[in-house]
């Protein structure tokens, strides 16, 4: 990675950790969709360094919060979104080796449904819903965590609906990626496709992270959280759009 990509990707972590912060999602498709859309990096790169850096997200969030994990909840998304993580991560590698163009549009189109699906304002049930379905949305966020590290928006809608304190739904999403960060880390190291060196300076993003969730906390911009929501929004469809199009147009070409 040139000084140059290195620049970059540390301003665009900066970035997606300050949205991050605000708004309570995004930090791993806008960092996703940006790689994507710039090229700084291959997408199985920038999704190792997403999961390092979403564990110390997750860390710093989790200092004092542990204790209000739903564990009942954690245990029975972990049972499906484990094994579904695995199977990610095999596309991706399958996928970065032969059919490059491919996986750019699934990332675009995994950005476009994530950011229409986030739009969408969460109904609160009037009861705790099944194991059924928690194994479900687990399974879909394990097999997106494998792919790009954007295990986030399914399960964030699915937990954001159930009739339980926002707090225990914020630390229980957070204790899930954190777990799910671990585990694909630890497919990187056992499967020996460790980056280079050059590609690891990107953990320089790190203190980069810190820095703005710190900065995000002690000077929001002057936007409502609803405003500052749509924006991000918008944003990630237009990147997704703009993400998937032209693979699609090339793959249509070269049919």
């Given at each position: 990675m040139s000084l140059v990509e290195l620049f970059g990707f540390?301003?665009?972590?900066?970035?997606?950790?300050?949205?991050?912060?605000?708004?309570?999602?995004a930090f791993g498709l806008i960092t996703m969709g940006g790689v994507g859309l710039t090229g700084l990096l291959s997408l199985p790169d920038a999704a190792m360094l997403v999961s390092v850096l979403t564990f110390v997200n997750a860390v710093q969030m989790l200092h004092k919060g542990w204790r209000d994990v739903a564990w009942r909840e954690f245990r029975v998304v972990m049972l499906t979104s484990i094994p579904m993580l695995f199977v990610g991560y095999w596309l991706l590698?399958?996928?970065?080796?032969?059919?490059?163009?491919?996986?750019?549009?699934?990332?675009?189109?995994?950005?476009?449904?994530?950011s229409l699906q986030l739009?969408?304002?969460?109904?609160?049930?009037?009861?705790?819903?099944?194991?059924?379905?928690?194994?479900f949305f687990g399974s879909i966020a394990g097999l997106m965590g494998g792919l790009f590290s954007t295990a986030g928006p399914p399960l964030v809608y699915h937990f954001y609906r159930q009739p339980m304190p926002q707090v225990t739904v914020r630390e229980t999403l957070v204790t899930i990626f954190a777990l799910n960060a671990v585990f694909r880390n630890g497919l990187v190291?056992?499967?020996?496709?460790?980056?280079?060196?050059?590609?690891?300076?990107?953990?320089?993003?790190?203190?980069?992270?810190?820095?703005?969730?710190?900065?995000?906390?002690?000077?929001?911009?002057?936007?409502?959280?609803?405003?500052?929501r749509w924006i991000?929004?918008?944003?990630?469809?237009?990147s997704g759009v703009s993400l998937g199009m032209p693979a699609m147009v090339h793959l249509l070409k070269s049919s």
């Open positions: 540390l301003v665009l972590t900066g970035i997606a950790a300050y949205i991050q912060t605000l708004t309570g999602f590698e399958w996928l970065a080796g032969t059919r490059a163009d491919i996986l750019r549009l699934i990332l675009g189109i995994v950005i476009i449904v994530s739009a969408r304002k969460p109904e609160p049930l009037p009861r705790r819903s099944g194991d059924g379905s928690f194994m190291v056992f499967s020996g496709n460790l980056p280079s060196a050059s590609i690891l300076t990107g953990l320089f993003a790190i203190p980069v992270v810190m820095g703005a969730t710190h900065a995000a906390r002690r000077w929001p911009p002057p936007l409502s959280p609803a405003t500052m991000v929004l918008g944003l990630l469809f237009l």
